[in-house]
């Protein structure tokens, strides 16, 4: 609200009687140079960092003085005072008649302050922290400026690469965690020594699976990690969590502060609320997860918090116009009976798939507009972590801003962002973000943070004119040089990664990675040349992985590979196949079981995937006349809880013929093929192919791709 009216104030003070802007001029090459004054010798660091800024933009270093003369133009350093007990700015920057006031919080306000009058007023850069090659010959500001700055949300972190870099979160306001929390996560085991006395009671016995929230042993032992601080000055936050299972402690003392046997709420926020009494300068927070959901019944400390997570809530849609309204809504006011300190856990990217765009940045900032009109204090934005994503720079320099502002124009600051890094390519690539965006947007289907092609073709991709826009951005790369080309290189890698995923989904459909003529499968060029290109990009950019889990190019590039050198031959191709098994919600198409779209390690495309139901087939006997063999693809993926089945079977007119699968011991994703023999007679009808799965894993996923008859 502050850093509103003060802008307005700006405008209105700012212009003179005949409607010219009226400016003071900070900088003007051979005739003005200011100095800074810092009388406060703790502030002198951010003195030195101001005439910093001075040299990269100008090329002049001001000199730092205690005191101003009569006629110097100066820059005064001080510490911020509140104007009432409602003021949340960080900082100021107001012109006054002793000069340029430029007032902080604490010493990192100020190194915000900074950065906000040179990018406003100077064209520092807020999403890249090189050097400008031109220096500026004046700097002025508006007569009169008085802004004070309160941003959104009091903790602010987008998490992609570019935050990793101090000077980049300092021109974006943004935070880390790696730096200011002293404990992230399920990771009390890496904070505190082993002791059995800190572990949970479960049905009268002592459980290492999960702690004990009111065990003595255990807050001794994290105070104690509090006070050594290993993670640094700036670690001041602490999130103190259960371990990542249901278990609820049953001792006596966990029983007496309320816990029951799904809530462990009332243990784990009397804990933080005697960590937060004995460290009144440190920050605790838990989760609103599994079994801390529930808020307890007591308030918290003024310095303990909850972080919610939205992974409940739909992905890519504009929450308030959700079925799930109501419930977030209920959710924060719930914990704000017990706490002022609620921050959000959200997501920015397909985790499953770093290279496809997720365009939702303009719901998202709906979203956040909602989340802080409704109590919600700090923002972590998860994104694709210190890995390379689809835009990640311009995502990450776009939620820094909705986190200093929820109301900023992001299409404003995208344009700027691409024309600024994309001289002569940015226009193509603002138009394509955008329409993808717009489309994501006005899409009512929902878009997961895990999920293959076929969610992203739904909500926006298919009508965004990619295919153009490839060929269009290749084009223009040919006359792309220096910076530009380089900075081109990630998109264009991650752009080549998703027109190949779009072809080997589409099979041998249209857009497809090959065609189909009298039977033969060919190979279309584009498919061997787009390989080709995704190979020279990857070995130039040193990008390998491109999901959440360490999926990486090196091995999709092989597949890709062998799939080309085998080919595909399959007498069933797009044949009648009636599935006799009951089938999953999402895996009711029959026809992904011989159209050509074979499966990779990634068990969201192409794969389809039986739960509920071991997988029963039926096919006509006449339609694979001459086939010797039936050939299926297994994926065993037991992270994400698929698994092989124990054994294949082919009756074909009452004749069974079978084959059991090996027992996979390793627990890496990998492909296990296997090849039943049959025989074919004259006068054959129906062909049965049923997938027995494992007793161990009976009601666990089993994922096959195609079902092959050979010759």
């Known amino acids: 609200m502050y850093k509103k009216i003060a802008i307005l104030l700006l405008i209105l003070a700012g212009w003179g009687c005949e409607g010219n802007p009226q400016d003071f001029v900070i900088y003007k090459k051979n005739e003005v140079v200011p100095v800074v004054v810092v009388t406060d010798p703790s502030l002198h660091p951010v003195a030195e960092d101001l005439c910093d800024l001075f040299e990269q933009a100008a090329g002049i270093r001001p000199k730092i003085v205690k005191d101003a003369a009569k006629n110097d133009v100066a820059l005064f350093i001080g510490s911020y005072k509140k104007r009432d007990k409602e003021d949340e700015a960080l900082f100021s920057i107001s012109h006054t008649k002793k000069g340029i006031e430029i007032n902080g919080i604490d010493k990192e306000a100020l190194y915000y302050a900074n950065r906000y009058l040179f990018s406003e007023f100077a064209g520092l850069s807020s999403f890249t922290v090189q050097e400008p090659a031109k220096k500026t010959n004046e700097i002025k500001v508006p007569a009169n400026l008085d802004i004070y700055f309160s941003p959104s949300f009091e903790y602010r972190e987008p998490y992609f690469p570019d935050n990793f870099n101090k000077e980049y979160r300092r021109r974006n306001m943004t935070q880390t965690l790696e730096e200011e929390w002293g404990l992230w996560g399920h990771n009390i085991g890496k904070a505190v020594p082993y002791n059995e006395k800190m572990f949970a009671v479960i049905d009268g016995e002592i459980n290492e699976e999960q702690y004990c929230f009111t065990s003595p042993e255990l807050k001794d032992a994290l105070a104690a990690y509090i006070k050594s601080n290993p993670a640094?000055?700036?670690?001041?936050?602490?999130?103190?969590?259960?371990?990542?299972?249901?278990?609820?402690?049953?001792?006596?003392?966990?029983?007496?502060?309320?816990?029951?046997?799904?809530?462990?709420?009332?243990?784990?926020?009397?804990?933080?609320?005697?960590?937060?009494?004995?460290?009144?300068?440190?920050?605790?927070?838990?989760?609103?997860?599994?079994?801390?959901?529930?808020?307890?019944?007591?308030?918290?400390?003024?310095?303990?918090?909850?972080?919610?997570?939205?992974?409940?809530?739909?992905?890519?849609?504009?929450?308030?116009?959700?079925?799930?309204?109501?419930?977030?809504?209920?959710?924060?006011?719930?914990?704000?009976?017990?706490?002022?300190?609620?921050?959000?856990?959200?997501?920015?990217?397909?985790?499953?798939?770093?290279?496809?765009?997720?365009?939702?940045?303009?719901?998202?900032?709906?979203?956040?507009?909602?989340?802080?009109?409704?109590?919600?204090?700090?923002?972590?934005?998860?994104?694709?972590?210190?890995?390379?994503?689809?835009?990640?720079?311009?995502?990450?320099?776009?939620?820094?801003k909705l986190l200093q502002d929820t109301d900023t124009n992001i299409k404003y600051h995208a344009n700027?962002?691409?024309?600024?890094?994309?001289?002569?390519?940015?226009?193509?690539?603002?138009?394509?973000?955008?329409?993808?965006?717009?489309?994501?947007?006005?899409?009512?289907?929902?878009?997961?943070?895990?999920?293959?092609?076929?969610?992203?073709?739904?909500?926006?991709?298919?009508?965004?004119?990619?295919?153009?826009?490839?060929?269009?951005?290749?084009?223009?790369?040919?006359?792309?040089?220096?910076?530009?080309?380089?900075?081109?290189?990630?998109?264009?890698?991650?752009?080549?990664?998703q027109k190949l995923e779009l072809m080997r989904t589409s099979g041998l459909k249209d857009g497809g990675y090959a065609n189909m003529q009298n039977g033969k499968v060919l190979i279309k060029p584009e498919t061997v040349k787009l390989l080709a290109r995704l190979k020279e990009l990857k070995a130039a950019t040193g990008i390998d992985i491109y999901n959440e889990t360490g999926a990486t190019l090196t091995r999709y590039i092989e597949d890709w590979q062998q799939l080309l050198d085998k080919g595909y031959q399959n007498v069933l191709y797009n044949k009648k196949v009636q599935v006799l098994s009951e089938t999953d919600e999402d895996y009711a198409d029959s026809r992904m079981l011989n159209d050509g779209a074979t499966g990779f390690t990634d068990y969201y495309n192409n794969w389809m995937l039986f739960t509920k139901d071991a997988l029963r087939v039926k096919t006509d006997a006449t339609e694979v006349t001459g086939a010797t063999s039936v050939v299926m693809n297994f994926l065993h993926d037991p992270r994400h809880k698929i698994y092989l089945p124990q054994r294949v079977e082919v009756v074909i007119n009452n004749r069974e013929y079978q084959v059991t699968l090996p027992v996979a011991e390793d627990k890496k994703p990998a492909i296990i093929t296997i090849s039943v023999p049959i025989e074919i007679k004259s006068g054959d009808t129906d062909i049965t192919i049923g997938v027995i799965k494992q007793e161990e894993y009976k009601n666990r996923s089993v994922a096959t791709d195609e079902i092959y008859f050979k010759k």
Not at 316 to 328: N, P, R, W
Not at 364 to 392: P, W
Not at 428 to 448: G, H, I, N, P, V
């Open 416 to 497: 700027n962002y691409f024309s600024t890094l994309f001289p002569q390519s940015g226009s193509l690539l603002f138009d394509y973000y955008t329409k993808a965006e717009q489309l994501a947007a006005e899409s009512k289907k929902q878009e997961d943070i895990y999920g293959g092609m076929a969610q992203a073709r739904k909500k926006y991709l298919d009508a965004s004119g990619f295919d153009a826009f490839y060929d269009k951005l290749i084009h223009q790369c040919d006359t792309i040089q220096g910076e530009e080309k380089k900075n081109l290189q990630p998109l264009l890698l991650a752009f080549t990664f």
């Open 232 to 400: 640094g000055a700036d670690a001041n936050r602490y999130m103190i969590m259960p371990n990542d299972n249901m278990l609820v402690c049953q001792c006596g003392r966990c029983a007496a502060t309320g816990n029951t046997k799904n809530n462990a709420s009332p243990a784990v926020f009397s804990l933080l609320n005697k960590l937060a009494k004995q460290f009144p300068g440190r920050q605790f927070f838990s989760t609103a997860y599994m079994t801390t959901q529930k808020p307890p019944a007591f308030k918290l400390e003024k310095n303990t918090g909850v972080m919610l997570s939205t992974m409940d809530f739909p992905k890519g849609v504009v929450l308030a116009e959700s079925d799930k309204k109501t419930i977030a809504e209920a959710a924060i006011a719930a914990w704000k009976q017990v706490t002022d300190k609620i921050y959000l856990w959200d997501y920015a990217v397909n985790f499953d798939n770093y290279f496809e765009f997720y365009p939702t940045v303009s719901i998202a900032q709906k979203n956040l507009q909602f989340y802080k009109s409704r109590g919600i204090t700090g923002v972590f934005m998860h994104g694709s972590e210190d890995r390379y994503s689809a835009f990640a720079g311009l995502k990450s320099y776009l939620y820094a």
